[in-house]
C-alpha cells in the first residue's frame, strides 16, 4: 500500500514542495517568542538542507526520475553522499522544510504538515527502494543492510569524498532553480511577516533575478 502511494507521490512530486511552502501562510500559533530566535534556527537549518543536498549533486548525483515521472534508475550509486545514507537527497529535503517552518515560526506548520511531508517523503523512498530491490536483487540488499535508511551515519562524511571529485558545476546546474526559489521563499516569508519593507524586498528579487538570470544564461552557452 505504502509503495502505491510513493509511486504515485512521484508522480506529482515536483509539486508536493510548492504545496507544502504555500501552507507557511495559514495563520498559527507561534513557536518562539523571539523573532530572532525563528529566523536564526530556520536559516541554520535551511542552509544545512540546502548543503546536504549541493554535497550529494557535487559528488554523485542520482537521477531517478525519467520520461513522465517514473522511478528509473540505470545503475546502483551507494559512493558519495549515499554512503552516509540511502536517501541524502530526502534528508535534505526534510531540513529545508523543517527550517522553513521554524523561520517563518508557525507551530501549526511544525506540528502538522512538516510530519505529512515527511509520511509523504517515505512513501516515496519506499516505492524507489521497491523498484531498486526489484532491479539490483542482491547487490541493493547487500547495500540496504548495510547502510541507514535517512538517519545519516556523520562517520561516513569523510569516506563520501574518498576518490571523488567534487563538480561545482554540476551543483550550480542542478541546484540554481533551488537557491532562487529558497531565497525568494524566505524573502516572501520576511515580507509577509513585515520583516523587510516591500523596497527592501523588491532590490532582493531584482538582485536574484539577474543573478538567476546569469546562471541561465551560461548554461544557453553550454559554459555549464
Known amino acids: ?19 507544502f511552502y504555500a501552507a507557511l501562510f495559514i495563520p498559527s500559533p ?42 528509473h534508475a540505470e545503475t546502483l550509486v551507494t559512493k558519495g553522499m549515499y554512503k552516509v545514507c540511502r536517501n541524502p537527497m530526502y534528508l535534505g529535503n526534510i531540513l529545508l ?9 508557525s507551530l ?15 512513501a516515496i523512498i519506499f516505492a524507489e527502494e521497491d523498484f531498486l530491490s526489484k532491479k539490483f536483487g542482491q547487490q541493493f540488499i547487500d547495500y540496504k543492510t548495510n547502510s541507514n535508511f535517512i538517519l545519516p551515519q556523520w562517520g561516513n562524511l569523510k569516506s563520501a569524498f574518498e576518490g571523488q571529485t567534487f563538480k561545482w ?32 524586498f523588491l532590490n532582493t528579487e531584482v538582485t536574484l533575478l539577474l543573478f538567476y538570470g546569469f546562471i541561465k544564461h551560461l548554461k544557453r552557452k553550454n559554459l555549464l
Open 169 to 200: 558545476e554540476e551543483v550550480i546546474n542542478k541546484e540554481h532553480d533551488s537557491l532562487f526559489l529558497y531565497f525568494s521563499g524566505m524573502c516572501i516569508l520576511l515580507l509577509y511577516d513585515s520583516q523587510i519593507d516591500i523596497k527592501s
Open 1 to 19: 500500500m505504502l509503495v502505491k502511494l510513493g509511486n504515485w507521490l512521484f508522480h506529482y512530486c515536483n509539486i508536493i514542495f510548492p504545496v
Open 108 to 122: 501549526l506548520f511544525i506540528l502538522i504538515f512538516i510530519p505529512l511531508f515527511v509520511f509523504f517523503s517515505v
Open 30 to 71: 507561534v513557536i518562539f517568542q523571539s523573532e530572532e530566535w525563528a529566523l536564526t534556527i530556520g536559516m541554520l537549518l535551511i542552509a544545512l538542507g540546502f548543503i546536504i543536498r549541493c554535497i550529494t549533486v557535487g559528488l554523485v548525483y542520482v537521477n531517478q526520475c525519467k520520461s513522465k515521472c517514473q522511478i
Open 97 to 105: 522544510l523543517l527550517g522553513f517552518g521554524l523561520f517563518a515560526n
